[in-house]
């Protein structure tokens, strides 16, 4: 149920508006509208106590996913993610900018081909590197979410 809940905080923001493209592509939107549906069942059902009782997560965890959908979402705010004080250690590192500049990890992110991007070599180097860990250890997260979507008009409050 954890998963379902998690996706389905995300899933407005990934599902597209009516009319448009979904960011997630066709599927990937169909399989969030789903997991939408699921959480709403899931908050709103029989078993709702027994879920807030039991859940080893924080509403602020679904937050959160809520607002890491949004940011994936639309491009603006996913640029500004990147541009944010947060994420300027991160994005200033040569290894990382190494990495994303392969012209194979860039075909993979393009692609939105996350499981083979998750094996890539460079990638997986870059993530067992202690100097990178201590980097994405210290990152604050909702300080680059918060940055990310103050100036996209999307920085309402998440409801748990």
């Known amino acids: ?11 407005p923001a990934l599902a597209g508006s009516a009319g448009a493209e979904p960011p997630a592509g066709r599927t990937a939107a169909m399989l969030a509208e789903g997991a ?5 069942e899931l908050e709103r059902g029989l078993l709702a106590p027994v879920i807030a009782i039991t859940d080893p997560l924080s509403p602020a965890a679904y937050a959160r996913a809520e607002r890491i959908g949004r940011v994936l979402s639309q491009p603006a705010a996913l640029r500004r993610f990147f541009e944010s004080p947060a994420a300027r250690d991160l994005t200033n590192d040569p290894r990382l900018r190494a990495t994303l500049e392969d012209p194979e990890v860039s075909r993979l992110i393009s692609a939105r081909d996350f499981q083979s991007l998750a094996r890539h070599p460079r990638v997986v180097a870059l993530i067992d590197d202690p100097a990178t860990q201590a980097k994405w250890r210290s990152f604050d997260l909702d300080a680059a979410l918060a940055f990310a979507l103050e100036e996209t008009g999307s920085a309402k409050p998440a409801a748990p």
């Open 1 to 11: 149920f954890i998963m379902v809940r998690l996706v389905g905080a995300a899933a």
């Open 36 to 40: 939408r549906a699921w959480r709403e």
